[in-house]
């Protein structure tokens, strides 16, 4: 089976149940889809306060960028334009599949980030921020 290490950039509300889905449900989606996403880095600024979400010790960083060097999939849930931009950037530029829930972003620079991963065959998956005003 496939297993695929996913990273989440940004460990705020949203980014706490992303990781609790995957850290219970990884199994499940693994045996629907026959891919196992196995949460391997989280990255924050802030890794000392507690999310409600048990996570290992040895998956939180503050380093994104040691996180976009290690995983095959990067989850970016920072918000914002400006930090975020930059990390899913270096993401596509690196050829790594990235999923944003990113509104402002993808308004602001999508034409641009779109050319970026279209240039290094890489994906840009962004359903969640077009479903936020639902």
Known sequence: MK???????GFGTVGAGVASCLLNNAQVIAKRTGIL??????ADLDITTDRGVA?????????ADELIREVDVV????GGTTIAKKLILQALNAGKPVVTANKALLAEHGEE?????????????????????I
């Open 3 to 9: 297993e695929y290490k996913i990273g989440i950039i």
């Open 37 to 42: 996403p196995r949460l391997a880095k989280i």
């Open 55 to 63: 996570v290992p010790r040895d998956l939180l960083t503050t380093d």
């Open 75 to 78: 989850v970016e849930l920072i």
């Open 113 to 133: 980030l779109f050319a970026v991963a279209e240039k290094n065959k890489a994906d840009l998956y962004y359903e969640a921020s077009v479903a936020g005003g």
